[in-house]
């Protein structure tokens, strides 16, 4: 099948175009290179994929990658994902994770893709939820701009449902984590501590490490988007471990993680809170299971096994 990935150098995005080039599709990637990297699509590309350097801000060039490969599938993850960054400039964030997002549902309507599944945050949109688990009808409430922008683009991707009758879906992700992450992703933390592990570095924790975040690993998001392209489900879907996890208890997996390797993670410092954090975070994911047929299946310990192997 023919499948178009905005963002697909990234960190999540070169995972699931690994997946795609696995089952033997045909993989066209859309990305700037802003945070991605052409080395996490090096057995990709070498493997048949192509890496179309283009700003999905770009709505001709863009389109001429569309009109080329003519997508049946498109997986929207390219943004702008730097909470802080988008505090400073919500427009630039906006620009992007907005307008851009306009203008891949435009190429795939116009050139005829069978199925657009985007990329959404749970964490970033629910703000301080009244419900943990929290489920996707619980009330919008972003506490910065890349929340806000994040929804808007939700919107239009069920706009462009109703209004065009394109097959649309948001995936709403948890604190995605594993091989390829940035350390200044939104969950950047596990590849922070993974490093400070690694270096013999002393982990910093802001506040006193009894809040809380689901993550998920990558492995399992990147089943997430496979069924979740081919099913016909609108609307959005919350793609989490479905359990609250405390940094502290990621610093004791990762300590024993480490510990069965050699490696000693130092005890960590503790910092003041930073503002504007959530201080507990989980997503209830029983729509997807039920809707979807998904199930996360890999544990904290098990996901921080699998980073710690491609670093050593
Ligand atoms: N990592 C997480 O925990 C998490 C949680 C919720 C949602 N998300 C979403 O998942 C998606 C992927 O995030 P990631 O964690 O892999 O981060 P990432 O930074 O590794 O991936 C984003 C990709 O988009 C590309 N990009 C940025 N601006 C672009 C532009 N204007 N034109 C074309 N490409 C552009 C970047 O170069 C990068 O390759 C994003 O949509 C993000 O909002 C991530």
């Not at 997946?19 to 070498?46: C, F, M, P, S, Y």
């Not at 599944?117 to 929290?134: F, I, K």
């Not at 300590?255 to 975070?281: C, H, I, M, N, T």
């Not at 098990?302 to 491609?310: A, E, N, P, T, V």
Request: aromatic share 6%.
């Amino acid at each position: 099948m023919d499948c178009i990935v905005t963002g697909g150098a990234g960190f999540i995005g070169s995972n699931l175009v690994d997946a795609l080039i696995a089952r033997g599709d045909q993989v066209a990637v859309i990305d700037n290179l802003k945070t991605g990297k052409a080395e996490n699509l090096a057995a990709a590309t070498a493997a048949g994929a192509v890496l179309h350097r283009v700003d999905v801000r770009d709505a001709e060039a863009l389109g001429a990658v569309f009109a080329q490969v003519r997508p049946a599938l498109v997986f929207h993850l390219a943004a702008q994902i730097d909470v802080r960054s988008s505090v400073d400039d919500p427009r630039a964030d906006a620009d992007v994770n907005v307008g851009g997002t306009i203008n891949v549902l435009a190429a795939a309507l116009e050139h005829g893709a069978r199925r657009v599944v985007n990329t959404s945050t749970g964490g970033g949109l629910y703000g301080d939820a009244e419900l943990l688990p929290t489920p996707e009808e619980h009330p919008v409430r972003p506490l910065a701009p890349y929340g806000q922008s994040k929804h808007a683009a939700e919107g239009y991707f069920a706009l462009y449902t109703r209004l065009h009758g394109l097959s649309t879906v948001s995936l709403r992700y948890g604190n995605v984590y594993g091989p390829r992450q940035d350390v200044h992703g939104e969950a950047g933390v596990v590849a922070i501590f993974c490093g400070c592990l690694m270096d013999g570095t002393t982990p910093r924790i802001f506040g006193d490490g009894h809040q809380t975040r689901d993550w998920v690993e990558v492995g399992d998001v990147v089943t997430a988007n496979l069924l979740a392209a081919q099913s016909d489900i609108t609307g959005a879907l919350n793609i989490g471990w479905g359990q609250e996890t405390s940094v502290l208890d990621l610093v004791r997996e990762l300590g024993a993680a480490g510990a069965d390797r050699g490696l000693r993670l130092a005890a960590p410092d503790f910092l003041p809170a930073r503002a504007g954090e959530v201080s507990r975070s989980c997503l209830d994911v029983r729509r997807a299971r039920t809707e979807l047929g998904w199930t996360p299946r890999t544990t904290l310990r098990d996901g921080l096994d699998r980073i710690l192997s491609g670093l050593l």
